[in-house]
């Protein structure tokens, strides 16, 4: 049997080690946390889409927080950063038209986070599920064991889709001169699954432009953090 | 909300409102799907199918797509005949859910079989029938047309590089790359090059393991490099209409997954050299001199095999695997003439 003393000496010279690293640079963090219930808007947008190599598209869809996190760094002479993290949930249900290939409807349910500071811009990525049911481009036929031809009228199949998207955006709600919306380019990578018993990647850009009107909005808790840095 | 809905119908409406009349056309430029077996298959028609005669292209590999061939490699067909260009099954475009169960080359025929019979529903059943099979589409359509009375519908056989012997084609290809590497080496030309090629052939017999079948087929391709062809070089256009993520897929699922290369397997013993006697229709035959991968040996072999009385075998001087390629205009004159020859 292996003694335990190496191990529990080894764990005691690191947290020291740590301690005198902490200690040289003279950094306190004081954390305090409350919950405040604050309202937040709910976006719908629209985008036009884009899929390599030939589809163009448009979807429209809502975007909206489930939680909200305000982080508050306090430093020593004052200076103070506010940062958020939000929760966000995001519909859409679009479409899309690759000529002489296929057409397709899709709807995305995603859920991902959102950064930003005080200034308009913000980042967000998501993740995101959902349903496509294509459809052919042009006549299909069939054939049967009789040699019978039938066309099939919006033939097409259904696929599985899931992705994850980045969003680069600018809300014009916190800018200078306020106004009601914003704008955002979100790249995606998401794959169409079963297909061909395997699964068919899609690389697509959304410009997209999201509204918020005046009552539509959502209340929710918001999570406060405040940490006093000083340094 | 009423705005909303009526904007999200908008899609729904307009793909509703799709509705096709087949007309022939001295300029057509259409598309079909035939959906067989659990893969959806699209065929693209371009050219005169007004002149009542459709070339059926059928793509090699298996797994090419047809889709890289309608260009400059065969548009010079389209002024006189309609071609129509049909991805098979997990090939280009072809989609479908879970059909791995049907990939098999007797899947594959029959998919031909119905194609053959939507040709005739949708542009009459006056229309004349050429099978064009390039490489894998020479093992498809020799299949094709030795099952049954299936060569009843079809008015020429045109052969181009076609593989219709694996296991001949592959002693063939590795002779090929000893004899002309050796030669080549013995002339300096492309010493570098050659060298791992015929030292990896002398070392390794064909028909033995597909991972060797399939490494000499690699050397095959690169060998074309090294001798003297027309070789444009054109990579896969990735803004075309058959979309390159769809065809790289296929490629990817039929040589890099187990499903896949258990179908590749499938078709190493394949061979239809001894019921060749039974095609009898007109049949013309396009052999690149610098075949590497299906040499002209295959050729003259499918030539004193074939059962018609009406067959001959072309060679392209300055071409390799793609005639269409290497003799663009050539190979367009030939297949014109033969055409006409036979209606």
């Known amino acids: 049997m292996v003694s335990p003393r190496p191990k529990f000496l080894l764990v005691c010279l690191r947290q020291i080690c740590l301690l005198a690293f902490m200690l040289l640079f003279k950094v306190d963090l004081k954390a305090q946390d409350s919950l405040h219930k604050i309202t937040q808007p709910v976006y719908v947008h629209s985008s036009f889409f884009y899929d390599f190599p030939q589809s163009f598209g448009a979807s429209l869809g809502t975007t909206f927080p489930v939680r909200s996190k305000k982080i508050i760094t306090e430093f020593k002479g004052g200076k103070k950063i506010i940062r958020y993290r939000d929760l966000i949930v995001s519909s859409d249900f679009g479409f899309y038209r690759y000529p002489f290939n296929n057409s397709g409807i899709y709807f995305f349910q995603s859920i991902g986070k959102r950064y930003h500071k005080e200034m308009p811009y913000y980042f967000e990525w998501l993740i995101r599920l959902g349903a496509l049911r294509t459809f052919y481009d042009g006549l299909v036929y069939a054939v049967n064991d009789n040699g019978d031809v039938n066309v099939l009228k919006d033939y097409g199949r259904y696929y599985a889709v899931t992705g994850f998207t980045a969003v680069f955006g600018h809300d014009f709600e916190r800018s200078k001169y306020p106004r009601p919306f914003s704008i955002a380019i979100k790249p995606s990578l998401w794959f169409q699954y079963p297909y061909n018993s395997f699964l068919l990647p899609h690389f697509s850009v959304e410009a997209t432009f999201l509204y918020h009107f005046k009552s539509f909005n959502i209340g929710l808790k918001q999570k406060e953090v405040v940490q006093l840095l000083n340094k | ?343």
């Not at chain 2, 859910?97 to 119905?114: F, G, P, R, W, Y």
């Open chain 2, 1 to 343: 909300m009423k705005q909303i809905l009526f904007v999200l119908l908008i899609p729904l409406l307009l793909l509703s409102c799709k509705k096709e009349t087949v007309r022939l056309s001295t300029n057509a430029d259409e598309i079909f799907w035939l959906s067989n077996a659990g893969a959806d298959m699209p065929v693209w028609v371009r050219g005169n199918t007004a002149s009542k005669v459709i070339i059926l292209f059928l793509h090699g590999g298996p797994g090419d797509g047809a889709y890289q061939f309608a260009d400059f490699q065969t548009d010079q067909l389209w002024k006189h005949y309609g071609v129509a260009y049909w991805d098979q099954r997990d090939a280009g475009a072809s989609a479908g859910n879970n059909n791995v169960a049907n990939l098999t080359l007797d899947q594959m025929i029959e998919d031909l079989e119905k194609l053959v019979i939507v040709l005739k529903y949708r542009y009459g059943n006056d229309i004349e029938i050429f099978l064009m099979g390039h490489s894998f589409g020479g093992l498809l359509g020799s299949g094709y047309l030795v099952k049954g009375d299936n060569q009843n519908n079809i008015r020429g056989w045109i052969e181009v590089d076609g593989a219709h012997d694996y296991p001949e084609s592959n002693t063939l290809e590795r002779q090929m790359l000893i004899d002309t590497g050796t030669s080549e080496i013995a002339k300096g030309h492309y010493v570098l090059q050659w060298t791992p090629i015929v030292n990896y052939c002398s070392s390794h017999q064909a028909n033995v393991s597909l991972d060797i079948d399939l490494q000499i087929d690699n050397y095959a391709a690169q060998a074309e490099n090294y001798v003297n062809i027309n070789h444009t070089n054109t990579g896969v256009n990735i803004f075309s209409r058959s979309s390159p993520l769809s065809l790289g897929i296929n490629l990817y699922y039929l040589y890099y997954t187990t499903p896949g290369r258990q179908f590749l397997q499938s078709l190493e013993p394949m061979t239809f050299t001894d019921q060749l006697h039974i095609i009898t229709i007109p049949s013309l035959l396009i052999w690149g001199k610098y075949d590497f991968t299906v040499p002209v040996g295959s050729g003259l072999h499918a030539l004193n095999n074939l059962g018609s009385d009406n067959k001959q075998l072309v060679i392209m001087p300055q071409s390799g695997h793609v005639p269409m390629d290497g003799n663009t205009d050539l190979f367009a004159q030939t297949v014109i003439e033969f055409v006409k020859s036979v209606r």
